[in-house]
C-alpha cells in the first residue's frame, strides 16, 4: 500500500485538510486537464449482500460509457431486488473528486477509495457508528454518515491526511424517532449546516455544524411537502428537496427549493413544482447551479427545472426532457463533472441511462449503457 500514500494525501491536501504543495497542484491541474478533454468516470454500486462492489465507468468525451474495472469494497450491501437502501448518497465523491465514499448497508461500515478517473484504489474501511448506514456527505475534512436502521442517526468522522476515517467524539445525533427512513444527507455549500431528509416520517432535519465538527440540536422541518425523500445544495445555497408526492397519486410527484435560515428552519421559495411524473425520488444539479433534473422512476423518465438566482424553479419546456425505454425503473441520477451529461441507474433494466445536456437544458438520449443483473439490489450512482 506504500505506493498510494503520497497520492492519497495531495488528494486530502486538496480538499483543504492540509498545505497544498505544488505536487497537490499538479494533481489537481491533471484532473482539470481531463476534464478540459471532456472525458470522465461513472460509478455505481452492486449493494450486494455477500460481496459489495463498485462497477466503474469511463466516460469519451461524447457522453458514452465502457466499463473499466470493478472494485471490492470489503463490505457488504443489503441485497434486495429494486431500491433496497431508498435513498440518495449511497456513493459520494469528495468535492475534488479525489475520494470515493461507499456506505455498505449490510456490514455497517463506509468504505473509502481514492479517485483517478475510472481507476479505484481501496483505502480504508470503517465503521459507521450505527445500523445501515445509506448515504455520506462530505465538506472539506468532515464527513457526515447516514445510519437509516433501527435508532436512525447521523455520526461524523474526520478525513485525515491517509484518507482514513476518524471517529468525532461526540458526534452522533439522532433523527426524530426510531424507522423514521433516513434518506439523504447534505451539507450547505458554507458548511454550516447538515440538512437530513426522513422519508417515512416526513420530514427535514437540520443541524448547525460547529467549529469543533459536532452538531447542534436538531431542528425539525415537519412535513414540508408530501413524500419528502432527497435533498441537495445548490451553489447558491438553496436546498433542493425532491418529492414523491401523496400517496397514491398519478403524476403527483414534485420537486421544491428553500432557503436555510440562521435557525435552521427552511423557507420555502417554489413550493412543490409538478415533476409530471411518478416516484420522483432522486435529483441532481449541474455544477454551474443552472438546472436540476429528477429521476421518476415510476415513470422511466427525467424532469428538469432551471434554478433561478433567488432559487426559484421553472420546468424546462414541457417539464419532462429526458425517457428511458418503458421499464427502466431509473433509481439514482447524476450530472457529470463537466455539467454535460446526464446518467441514471437504471436498476430493472440492469443498464444506465445516458442523456447529453443541451444548451437550453433539455436532454437528448444516447442510449444505455453496461450489462448489469437486473433487479438485484443496486443503489448509489457518482460521476465525473
Given at each position: 500500500?506504500?505506493?498510494?500514500?503520497?497520492?492519497?494525501?495531495?488528494?486530502?491536501?486538496?480538499?483543504?485538510?492540509?498545505?497544498?504543495?505544488?505536487?497537490?497542484?499538479?494533481?489537481?491541474?491533471?484532473?482539470?486537464?481531463?476534464?478540459?478533454?471532456?472525458?470522465?468516470?461513472?460509478?455505481?454500486?452492486?449493494?450486494?449482500?455477500?460481496?459489495?462492489?463498485?462497477?466503474?465507468?469511463?466516460?469519451?468525451?461524447?457522453?458514452?460509457?465502457?466499463?473499466?474495472?470493478?472494485?471490492?469494497?470489503?463490505?457488504?450491501?443489503?441485497?434486495?431486488?429494486?431500491?433496497?437502501?431508498?435513498?440518495?448518497?449511497?456513493?459520494?465523491?469528495?468535492?475534488?473528486?479525489?475520494?470515493?465514499?461507499?456506505?455498505?448497508?449490510?456490514?455497517?461500515?463506509?468504505?473509502?477509495?481514492?479517485?483517478?478517473?475510472?481507476?479505484?484504489?481501496?483505502?480504508?474501511?470503517?465503521?459507521?457508528?450505527?445500523?445501515?448506514?445509506?448515504?455520506?456527505?462530505?465538506?472539506?475534512?468532515?464527513?457526515?454518515?447516514?445510519?437509516?436502521?433501527?435508532?436512525?442517526?447521523?455520526?461524523?468522522?474526520?478525513?485525515?491526511?491517509?484518507?482514513?476515517?476518524?471517529?468525532?467524539?461526540?458526534?452522533?445525533?439522532?433523527?426524530?424517532?426510531?424507522?423514521?427512513?433516513?434518506?439523504?444527507?447534505?451539507?450547505?455549500?458554507?458548511?454550516?449546516?447538515?440538512?437530513?431528509?426522513?422519508?417515512?416520517?416526513?420530514?427535514?432535519?437540520?443541524?448547525?455544524?460547529?467549529p469543533d465538527g459536532?452538531?447542534?440540536?436538531?431542528?425539525?422541518?415537519?412535513?414540508?411537502?408530501?413524500?419528502?425523500?432527497?435533498?441537495?445544495?445548490?451553489?447558491?445555497?438553496?436546498?433542493?428537496?425532491?418529492?414523491?408526492?401523496?400517496?397514491?397519486?398519478?403524476?403527483?410527484?414534485?420537486?421544491?427549493?428553500?432557503?436555510?435560515?440562521?435557525?435552521?428552519?427552511?423557507?420555502?421559495?417554489?413550493?412543490?413544482?409538478?415533476?409530471?411524473?411518478?416516484?420522483?425520488?432522486?435529483?441532481?444539479?449541474?455544477?454551474?447551479?443552472?438546472?436540476?433534473?429528477?429521476?421518476n422512476a415510476g415513470?422511466?423518465?427525467?424532469?428538469?427545472?432551471?434554478?433561478?438566482?433567488?432559487?426559484?424553479?421553472?420546468?424546462?419546456?414541457?417539464?419532462?426532457?429526458g425517457n428511458n425505454?418503458?421499464?427502466?425503473?431509473?433509481?439514482?441520477?447524476?450530472?457529470?463533472?463537466?455539467?454535460?451529461?446526464?446518467?441514471?441507474?437504471?436498476?430493472?433494466?440492469?443498464?444506465?441511462?445516458?442523456?447529453?445536456?443541451?444548451?437550453?437544458?433539455?436532454?437528448?438520449?444516447?442510449?444505455?449503457?453496461?450489462?448489469?443483473?437486473?433487479?438485484?439490489?443496486?443503489?448509489?450512482?457518482?460521476?465525473?
Open positions: 500500500m506504500k505506493r498510494f500514500v503520497r497520492p492519497l494525501i495531495l488528494s486530502v491536501a486538496a480538499l483543504g485538510i492540509g498545505t497544498i504543495s505544488s505536487s497537490a497542484q499538479f494533481t489537481s491541474l491533471s484532473a482539470f486537464s481531463q476534464q478540459a478533454r471532456g472525458r470522465g468516470a461513472v460509478f455505481v454500486m452492486t449493494n450486494d449482500a455477500k460481496k459489495n462492489e463498485i462497477v466503474a465507468y469511463d466516460r469519451a468525451a461524447n457522453g458514452y460509457l465502457t466499463e473499466a474495472g470493478r472494485y471490492d469494497t470489503e463490505g457488504r450491501g443489503s441485497g434486495g431486488v429494486t431500491d433496497p437502501l431508498e435513498a440518495q448518497g449511497a456513493l459520494t465523491l469528495s468535492q475534488d473528486h479525489s475520494i470515493l465514499f461507499a456506505a455498505n448497508a449490510g456490514s455497517g461500515t463506509v468504505s473509502v477509495f481514492s479517485v483517478r478517473r475510472s481507476n479505484l484504489v481501496f483505502v480504508s474501511k470503517t465503521p459507521s457508528r450505527g445500523s445501515q448506514p445509506v448515504a455520506v456527505a462530505q465538506f472539506g475534512n468532515l464527513v457526515y454518515v447516514l445510519n437509516s436502521g433501527g435508532a436512525g442517526n447521523v455520526a461524523g468522522f474526520r478525513l485525515d491526511l491517509g484518507a482514513q476515517l476518524r471517529p468525532i467524539k461526540n458526534s452522533t445525533a439522532f433523527l426524530t424517532a426510531n424507522v423514521t427512513g433516513g434518506a439523504s444527507i447534505a451539507f450547505s455549500p458554507d458548511g454550516r449546516f447538515l440538512l437530513v431528509t426522513e422519508r417515512l416520517a416526513d420530514n427535514i432535519d437540520a443541524f448547525r455544524v460547529n459536532t452538531l447542534g440540536p436538531i431542528v425539525v422541518n415537519a412535513k414540508p411537502a408530501p413524500g419528502t425523500f432527497s435533498v441537495t445544495f445548490a451553489p447558491n445555497g438553496k436546498a433542493i428537496v425532491s418529492e414523491t408526492g401523496p400517496a397514491g397519486a398519478d403524476n403527483a410527484s414534485a420537486i421544491s427549493s428553500y432557503s436555510v435560515g440562521p435557525d435552521g428552519k427552511l423557507t420555502a421559495v417554489s413550493q412543490s413544482v409538478p415533476a409530471l411524473a411518478n416516484a420522483n425520488c432522486w435529483n441532481a444539479i449541474t455544477p454551474d447551479g443552472k438546472y436540476v433534473y429528477t429521476s415513470s422511466d423518465s427525467i424532469s428538469g427545472f432551471a434554478i433561478g438566482k433567488d432559487g426559484t424553479l421553472t420546468p424546462l419546456g414541457s417539464t419532462v426532457v425505454p418503458a421499464g427502466s425503473t431509473n433509481l439514482d441520477i447524476a450530472v457529470s463533472a463537466d455539467g454535460k451529461y446526464v446518467y441514471t441507474l437504471n436498476s430493472n433494466a440492469g443498464n444506465i441511462g445516458m442523456f447529453r445536456i443541451e444548451d437550453n437544458g433539455t436532454l437528448t438520449h444516447l442510449g444505455e449503457a453496461g450489462d448489469l443483473p437486473k433487479s438485484a439490489g443496486f443503489n448509489g450512482i457518482a460521476a465525473i
